[in-house]
């Protein structure tokens, strides 16, 4: 840009010449600069390592994710019916898996003990159960039923005070701070007082709260009973690894990688650890068969003894995981496979596309004959699905598409024709959010399922495991599912990795777009995707690049794009220009970049709790959902924000916990949203926390100029060709193939 002629710009990151050459590392940081769900220790829990929890390493306290966990507002009511249908599948369920049964060594002692569970000869019910096919509803009837809304969820009962006082006087006796006795009163519930003071690891289940930080409580009310043997210990650091590693992406770990994680926390004896978790039911235990790679299929030469025979030689994997998760994944499985084995498979000639080509008539006509079909492609690809809901409205159907963000829907919504149903495309696009709480969209029919034939659901690699099990349980018999998205973007930030799954099952037709992203950012983007970093002419000046020395002059000159710079060479305001970094910690974090633009694009004495009317925003109504917003004014309601959908009004007592300063952002907490321009700041410290799914969002959020900010000399290119997505551990693919065939 002609704004920053005193530094070495280059057009295209792939430059790496003398004045990238320069960035040097940055300067000490005070926290670590970790992203938020699946980086740092935390995307290590495949190996075993623990974890900080899913707002990174620099968030320190336990408040905010805390409040987190106990404030889902529009997804609860949708969420609570799905809950309700697993629980009584879980009940039924009382069969053991037959394959694994020749295991030895710790994964048979673990598999022997389970067994012996409550003195049966065979395990309780909710150890190692046999999948169920799903309860099928009746087919939709011609005639459309009636759509009530869903009334609108209440938030969860606080908890009685004399509970509170009971949990904050055995606080005081064992010198745990007094404020985390809400907390816990609320994830304890009735005669929490008691139960600290029986078991005082039960403090671990507070999010935040650490081993030591338990232990030292325990010993405090322990005194001499205190030791690291002691089993109330061993189950609660079990079940603590479990949460961690769900706020990595995992849906379980394997025994191997979760005793390892349980000496390093100095547990003395794991595997009893492990046992006595599954005995008191904190946990499930899961044995999946493998095939060999390479090796063919076993055959039997005579009789069913010897299939059975190969059937237990079998490699197995023992896993072991949440009950919340476990059961999730399996309902999603469940109603997956009803999805694709409920369609009819008469296809009518009314789905044959018209005036469509390439692509996106192969999607039209992937969805004429199959109930649930993968799509995948980039920014531009959005304009495939967007034909086939046009498609499929013309035709009558009760068609919606449902994003995951305000602005994603603004921009799908902008692809239709307005004549898309013959009367406009009012209710044609929805938030998911606002799907699942009845609040957008077409409701419920008497059933609880949504009255539609075909959801739509775009941004799919953000689904976690129980948002999917809650959309795909919502669909009536018959209808249809499309999802799309891009499958190099970060995955999702609660468990799972459901879209990714679903590509490797090939259980179902999967779509790819020949629809390239255009210009110069289309092109560098398409290239990070394939692991190339790439030269890539900008004449327009839509690609530069600002070597910095440190995070200091990374935070200066961050500032100076912002707020001067692009908007003197773009147009653009400030609030268009979208700031992403990989962590909210360290010396360039979002925490230090928000203080540094807010005194610059809006000083203020931060009257309202820290804010100030102008202030951009993020709120987190819920884990994992960060909503952009501005502040307007603050009275005793609480924080009033306006946000893309509409106006929001946030508690005074939550605001410190909801609510964070929006001029810089996480690449999490940006996903799903695109800006005018974007500055992506890449300091020193950022060096190890940078993989091709990060660099590939942080600078697809940009439209039409992205500013990298290049502080990690070849970090940059090294993190684009050899840093892939941290592998999750899941059982779906597995469960699929269980259940569905392999698409053709």
Not at 508 to 514: H, L, M, N, T
């Amino acid at each position: 840009m002609s704004t920053e002629p005193e530094t070495t710009e280059n057009t295209g990151p792939g430059s790496t010449g003398p004045g990238a050459a320069d960035g040097e590392g940055g300067g000490p940081a005070t926290e670590p600069a970790a992203e938020e769900p699946g980086a740092g220790e935390a995307a290590d829990m495949a190996d075993g390592a623990g974890a900080e929890g899913a707002d990174g390493a620099g968030d320190g306290g336990s408040g905010s994710a805390a409040a987190q966990l106990t404030e889902a507002q529009a997804e609860l009511a949708a969420q609570k019916l799905e809950r309700e249908r697993i629980e009584r599948r879980k009940a039924e369920r009382a069969e053991p898996i037959a394959a694994g049964t020749k295991l030895s060594g710790k994964a048979a002692d673990l598999l022997a003990a389970v067994r012996a569970v409550e003195g049966g000869a065979k395990p309780p019910a909710s150890a190692f159960p046999d999948p169920e096919p799903a309860p099928r509803r009746p087919a939709p009837e011609p005639v459309r039923p009636a759509r009530p809304v869903v009334a609108e969820p209440t938030a969860p009962p606080a908890p009685a005070p004399d509970t509170v006082d009971a949990v904050r006087r055995v606080l005081a006796d064992g010198g745990a701070p007094e404020n985390l006795a809400s907390q816990a009163a609320a994830v304890l519930g009735e005669g929490a007082g008691e139960l600290l003071r029986e078991d005082p690891w039960q403090l671990l289940r507070v999010t935040g709260v650490r081993p030591e930080q338990a232990d030292g409580f325990a010993r405090a009310l322990l005194g001499p009973e205190c030791a690291p043997d002691d089993e109330r210990r061993g189950r609660a650091v079990t079940v603590w690894l479990l949460e961690q590693a769900a706020l990595a992406g995992h849906t379980a770990l394997e025994l191997p990688a979760l005793t390892a994680a349980l000496g390093r926390q100095a547990v003395p004896d794991a595997d009893a650890a492990v046992q006595s978790a599954l005995a008191e039911g904190d946990v499930l235990a899961f044995q999946d068969a493998l095939d060999e790679p390479g090796a063919a299929p076993a055959k039997a030469a005579e009789g069913e003894d010897e299939d059975e025979d190969a059937e237990e030689s079998r490699p197995v994997r023992v896993l072991v995981g949440l009950e919340r998760y476990a059961l999730a994944e399996e309902s999603l499985a469940d109603a997956l496979a009803r999805i694709v084995n409920s369609l009819a498979k008469e296809v009518s000639p009314e789905w044959e596309p018209q005036g469509l080509s390439g692509s996106a008539a192969e999607l039209v006509r992937a969805v004429a004959g199959h109930g649930l079909v993968l799509h995948t492609g980039g920014e531009a690809a959005r304009a495939e699905p967007a034909a086939l809901l046009t498609a499929a409205r013309a035709q009558g159907l009760r068609a919606v598409a449902a994003c995951h963000t305000p602005d994603g829907r603004d921009r799908f919504a902008a692809l239709l024709p307005d004549d898309a149903d013959g009367a406009g495309t009012e209710g044609a696009v929805v938030t998911l959010s606002g799907l699942l709480a009845g609040a957008e969209g077409p409701g419920r029919d008497a059933e609880g399922a949504f009255a539609l034939d075909l959801l739509v659901l775009t941004d799919a690699p953000l689904l976690d495991v129980e948002t999917a099990a809650t959309v795909a349980e919502s669909l009536p018999d018959g209808a249809r599912l499309v999802l799309s998205g891009d499958p190099a973007v970060l995955w999702s930030a609660g468990p799972g990795r459901v879209f990714a799954d679903l590509l490797a099952a090939r259980v179902c037709p999967q779509v790819a777009s020949r629809t390239p992203d255009p210009g110069p950012l289309g092109e560098l983007v398409s290239g990070i995707g394939v692991g190339e970093l790439n030269q890539v002419e900008a004449p327009g000046k839509e690609i530069v690049i600002v070597p910095v020395r440190d995070a200091g002059e990374a935070v200066h000159r961050t500032v100076q794009l912002v707020a001067d710079s692009v908007p003197r060479a773009f147009g653009f305001a400030p609030g268009e220009t979208v700031v992403i970094t990989p962590g909210h910690g360290g010396a360039a974090g979002t925490r230090a970049l928000n203080a540094a633009l807010k005194e610059r694009l809006n000083p203020g004495p931060g009257r309202f709790g820290g804010f100030d009317p102008g202030d951009l925003v993020v709120h987190s109504p819920t884990l994992g959902r960060s909503v952009p917003g501005r502040v307007v004014d603050a009275d005793a309601e609480g924080l009033h924000l306006t946000c893309a959908d509409g106006p929001v009004v946030v508690a005074k007592e939550r605001v410190e916990r909801s609510v964070r300063h929006g001029w810089a952002l996480t690449a999490h907490q940006a996903v799903g949203g695109r800006w005018p321009a974007a500055v992506v700041v890449l300091p020193g410290d950022a060096a190890q926390s940078l993989s091709r799914p990060w660099v590939y969002t942080a600078f697809g959020r940009a439209e039409r100029h992205l500013s990298v900010v290049h502080g990690v000399d070849q970090a940059l290119p090294r993190a684009v060709a050899e840093a892939p997505a941290k592998p999750r551990t899941t059982r779906l693919p597995l469960l699929l193939r269980t259940q569905v065939p392999p698409a053709g």
